[in-house]
Each structure stands twice: as C-alpha cells, then as structure tokens.
C-alpha cells in the first residue's frame, strides 16, 4: 500500500522548489484543522476549471484524522442530480502544514500547503497539482459557516493573484442548499 505516494524524482524536486515560495500557517496543529469545512472559494488556472467554472457549487469538505497520523478528507458538492463525494488522504511531511496527496482517479500529484488559517473561521490553501508535465495551481477558501467576511474573500483573491492567477482563474462559489448537511 505504500507506493502510492511515489512521485517521480523530477516532479518532487520541481514541486520542492515551487513550494518554497509558498508560506505556510506558523504553528500549524492538524488537530484543530479536523472538522467541517465549507468550499468557499477556489482559483485555479486548470482548463477543467475553465470548463466547469460555471457550474461549480459550494461544497462541503470534512477532515478526520486517520490511525496512522494523516488526514481523511472528504468533499461532497452537487452533480447533476445527485451528491458526489471526492475523498483523498493528506499525507504528512515533515512541515506542519504541508501535505501530500495523490488522485488515484485523475492520476495527479498534489502538493497542499495551508498557507494561513485561524482554525475556527477560516483556512487558506495552497495547492500544486501535477500530471504528467502539465502543473496548475490551486487556491481555496475554506470556511466552518457558509458565509464568511467579505474582508476574508478579498484576502484570497489577493492571495490567489500573487500565485499568478487572474481575476478570470478565481470563483466564489455560489451557495447551494444541495448536499448540504443539515445545521
């Protein structure tokens, strides 16, 4: 079971380099980051963000720690008609606050890196996704209520352009009353 977190020596060191460019929350405790997270926002300069920015909805991601010390997380957000649910493991490195990660369905690399978070309104990610030879850039938003400050979505607006993202890259997502769970 412990192959699926081998990325190729080239991808890592690329990865390691950009990553060293992105801060990550000073102190970061895993164990405060479990819990219940609202999908606030999300930028990304992927074309299958282009393509389905339009019909992307508030998701809901909830993160429970698994027996060997990483993170279980869970996103659930509306397809069509019915609710989809996205899981994948974060893996720990040895920076508090970064992780690796791996889609076993998209055969992607992830680099996630919790750029800053105060645990109880919001977190701020940062994530670089590899596949093959084509690396994107994710920012998202994460909110434990579905509404969060206007101050706080113009801070990762900000945050998602100093990463390289244009205006047309980043999305609030519209809130949805479909795979909600109940308050």
Known sequence: EGTHTQ???LTTLYVLYVQADVPLQPDFQDNKIIG???GIGVASNSAW???KKQFLKM??????????GNLDVVATYPKQDR????????????????FLSKSPRYGSD???????TNYNEYTLMHTLKTKGSEVNTVVSLFGRTPNLSLELQEKF?????EY??????????PQTDKCMPEA
């Open 7 to 9: 990325l190729s020596p």
């Open 164 to 173: 390289g993202l244009t205006d047309e890259n980043i999305l609030i997502l």
């Open 49 to 51: 963000f282009k393509d």
């Open 36 to 38: 219940q997270w609202y």
């Open 110 to 116: 992830h680099v996630i890196s919790v750029i800053e």
């Open 157 to 161: 607006k900000q945050t998602a352009k």
């Open 83 to 98: 609710c989809e649910k996205k899981s994948m493991t974060y893996i720990k490195t040895e920076q508090p606050g970064r």
């Open 59 to 68: 998701c809901t991601t909830v993160i429970t720690p698994t027996a060997d």
